[in-house]
T-cell receptor
Framework: AQSVTQLDSQVPVFEEAPVELRCNYS??????LFWYVQYPNQGLQLLLK??????LVESINGFEAEFNKSQTSFHLRKPSVHISDTAEYFC????????????FGQGTELSVKP | KAGVTQTPRYLIKTRGQQVTLSCSPI?????VSWYQQTPGQGLQFLFE???????NKGNFPGRFSGRQFSNSRSEMNVSTLELGDSALYLC??????????FGQGTRLTVV
C-alpha cells in the first residue's frame, strides 16, 4: 500500500522569506508524485509533478520540488513567498498500477504574513 | 478547453435522503475519480471509473456508488445520508494515468 506523510500541518512564514513544505512517501513500486494547491472553497490545482526523468521539477510561479528516491521525499520549496501563496498544499502519490487513484497527504497550511 | 465541471456547487440534504452529484470531465479524458474531503479525514479516494467501468475503489460503505456514461460524464450517488457524509466532494479527470485535473467540488451538508 502507498502512503504520504506531510510533516507539517501548518507553516507560518513572512513575505519574501523562503519556505519548504515537507513530503515523504511510502511505496513498493515506482511512483509518480504531485503537489496540489487548494485555495478556500476551491478545488485542487496541480502545482507540479514528477513522472520520470529530471528529479528537480519546477512550476511557473516559482515553486520547485525535488524527487529523492533514497529518502523517499518530494519536498516543495520556494525561495521567496508572496501573500498570494497563502493556501493549503497537498502532496500526492500514485503509480503505474493504480490507474487514476491518488493517495494524498493530510495537507500543509501555508500562511504568509506581511 | 473547458475544465472539470461539477454540479451542483452546494447542496443541503436531510439525514436519510439520497443525493446524486454530477461531474463532466475535460473533453477526451476517460478516467474520472471521486474524492471526499473533510477536516478530520482529509482527502480520501472514493472510486475511479475508466471507460464506463469501475477501475478502483476506496474503503467506503456500499451507500456510496457511482457510474460513468459513454460520454465519460460521471455521477456519484450517496444513499441513506448520515451527518458524517457532510463534506466537499471532488471529482478529477485524467487521460488515463498520471496527473489529474480537479473540479471546484460540491459542498454537501447533511442536516
Amino acid at each position: 500500500a502507498q502512503s504520504v506523510t506531510q510533516l507539517d500541518s501548518q507553516v507560518p512564514v513572512f513575505e519574501e522569506a523562503p519556505v519548504e513544505l515537507r513530503c515523504n512517501y511510502s511505496s513498493s513500486v515506482s511512483v509518480y508524485l504531485f503537489w496540489y494547491v487548494q485555495y478556500p472553497n476551491q478545488g485542487l490545482q496541480l502545482l507540479l509533478k514528477y513522472l520520470s526523468g529530471s528529479t528537480l521539477v519546477e512550476s511557473i510561479n516559482g515553486f520547485e520540488a525535488e524527487f529523492n528516491k533514497s529518502q523517499t521525499s518530494f519536498h516543495l520549496r520556494k525561495p521567496s513567498v508572496h501573500i498570494s501563496d497563502t493556501a493549503e498544499y497537498f502532496c500526492a502519490v500514485t503509480s503505474w498500477n493504480q490507474g487514476g487513484k491518488l493517495i494524498f497527504g493530510q495537507g500543509t497550511e501555508l500562511s504568509v504574513k506581511p | 478547453k473547458a475544465g472539470v465541471t461539477q454540479t451542483p456547487r452546494y447542496l443541503i440534504k436531510t439525514r436519510g435522503q439520497q443525493v446524486t452529484l454530477s461531474c463532466s470531465p475535460i473533453s477526451g479524458h476517460r478516467s474520472v475519480s471521486w474524492y471526499q474531503q473533510t477536516p478530520g479525514q482529509g482527502l480520501q479516494f472514493l472510486f475511479e471509473y475508466f471507460s464506463e467501468t469501475q477501475r478502483n475503489k476506496g474503503n467506503f460503505p456500499g451507500r456510496f456508488s457511482g457510474r460513468q456514461f459513454s460520454n465519460s460524464r460521471s455521477e456519484m450517488n450517496v444513499s441513506t445520508l448520515e451527518l458524517g457524509d457532510s463534506a466537499l466532494y471532488l471529482c478529477a479527470s485524467s487521460l488515463d494515468k498520471g496527473e489529474a485535473f480537479f473540479g471546484q467540488g460540491t459542498r454537501l451538508t447533511v442536516v
